[in-house]
């Protein structure tokens, strides 16, 4: 790769960034609140409750992302309902709001599992002293089972994260102009297939890094009371 091209390649590419790191933040957002939803109803008394949620993580972890992202944004538009309504056919006649939609709902799936792993790992006991001392469930649950539960969860979750990244590629079969976007149409106008995908690969590379870097910055600082 001469320096030209890499003039020339680099801002192109770069243009999809910021599209890139949106995709992510609002999936994360929306992903792990509703993973957190999910995760307590896992672990519900109720049957009905912790089945829907059973199945909801089955439906979407079984499914490839990008038959999710088709159904999304070629699919539901076919539908009459969401066609005749003003508020779904917004989110669905957009490729970008589609997009999140489709990356939130699959990552929740993961992200359900993840915290109900760390949640299941609090001993009863915690929870036990927790109700004797007075506390309400949401108060026991705020005050220790959500942090501790995090501070197990973290690693993992530090993975799913980076997955959602690599996971924003797949928005560009959707019309979506994200990193993966811009690199299709400047391969089709240079037909450099090789040096543009491995110029996408490196800067999704360097977003991971630092995503990574974050992750043990916080699992550090979640962890600084434990012995080394």
Known sequence: MDMDFLSTSIPVLLQGLSKTLILTVLSVAIGFHLGLGLAVMRMSERRLVANIAKYYSMLFRGTPLLVQLFLFYY???????????????????????????????????????????????????????????????????????FPLAIRQALPAYGNELILVVKGTSLASTITVLEITGYAKRLMSQTFAIFEVFTLAGIIYLVINLVLVMMIRLLEGHLMRHEPR
């Open 75 to 145: 699919g539901l538009a076919q539908i009459p309902f969401i066609k005749g309504n003003a508020v779904t056919w917004w989110i669905v006649s957009d490729g970008t709001r589609c997009a999140v939609m489709a990356i939130a709902l699959n990552t929740a799936a993961y992200t359900s599992e993840i915290l109900r792993g760390g949640l299941l790992s609090i001993p009863v006991g915690l929870k036990e002293a927790a109700k004797a001392s007075g506390m309400s469930r949401f108060t026991s649950f705020r005050r220790i089972e």
